[in-house]
């Protein structure tokens, strides 16, 4: 599932007035696209079998039980453009791991309301890096230096040394793409040496030097 367009999502008050309430519990992954500020009330509350979502970096907000009892929700990613999250946004979940791109003191000082999250068993990485690269493609470093790229389409093509993870090259030991990512543009993984295994199943097209400099 997509969400996309600009500003702040509807709030559902009764969650069986979404849309896409018919088909919930065949929704695995959710990416939230460039422009969405504000994820309102209950948006995907009860989606079992959501196991993934991808935030852009302009959601500042996370609303009132938006992804409460999404059981098999073990790990998510928080941008550092997030400032708020609501009573019960995970709450009941099965979040396990939280991953924040910014530091310690950035994460002290988001507003996060009682019973958020589970509860305080949750381990909370901090420093943990993500962005998007192409119209539908969001990228995220994970500890252990996994690289992943979700969404669908085309990673982006940049000049060597300008992909956005570039700086964190040395780190970086692994790269997972989702299935939906067909193509690769250029120089996109270049001098990732740390990399050993080059993930090119189910690409239709690879880009000039996509992989070079990667042992």
């Known amino acids: 599932a997509r969400v996309w367009?600009?500003?702040?999502?509807?709030?559902?008050d009764d969650p069986a007035t979404r849309?896409?309430?018919?088909v919930l519990n065949e929704i695995d992954t959710v990416i939230i696209e460039e422009g969405i500020?504000?994820?309102?009330?209950?948006?995907?509350?009860e989606a079992v079998n959501l196991n993934k979502v991808v935030f852009s970096d302009t959601v500042v907000s996370i609303g009132f039980s938006a992804f409460i009892q999404c059981y098999n929700l073990k790990?998510?990613?928080i941008p550092k453009s997030v400032k708020n999250i609501a009573s019960g946004a995970f709450y009941s979940?099965?979040?396990?791991?939280?991953?924040y791109a910014g530091t310690e003191d950035e994460w002290a000082a988001v507003k996060i309301k009682e019973n958020a999250f589970p509860n305080d068993s949750v381990v909370i990485n901090f420093g943990i890096s993500s962005g998007s690269s192409g119209e539908n493609v969001r990228w995220s470093i994970a500890d252990g230096g996994v690289l992943h790229i979700d969404g669908t389409g085309a990673v982006d093509s940049y000049e060597r040394g300008s992909a956005p993870w570039y700086s964190e090259r040395e780190q970086i030991k692994?790269?997972?793409l989702a299935d939906g990512i067909t193509e690769i543009g250029?120089?996109?993984f270049?001098?990732?040496?740390?990399?050993t295994a080059l993930p090119t199943d189910g690409l239709t097209s690879i880009g000039e030097g996509a992989f070079a400099g990667c042992t």
Do not use: C, M, R
């Open 174 to 176: 692994e790269i997972v």
């Open 93 to 99: 979940s099965g979040l396990q791991e939280l991953n």
């Open 75 to 77: 790990t998510v990613t």
């Open 190 to 195: 270049a001098d990732l040496t740390g990399v």
């Open 19 to 22: 849309p896409w309430s018919s």
């Open 37 to 45: 500020t504000h994820l309102n009330s209950n948006l995907f509350k």
């Open 5 to 12: 367009g600009s500003g702040t999502t509807y709030s559902y």
């Open 186 to 188: 250029d120089y996109a």
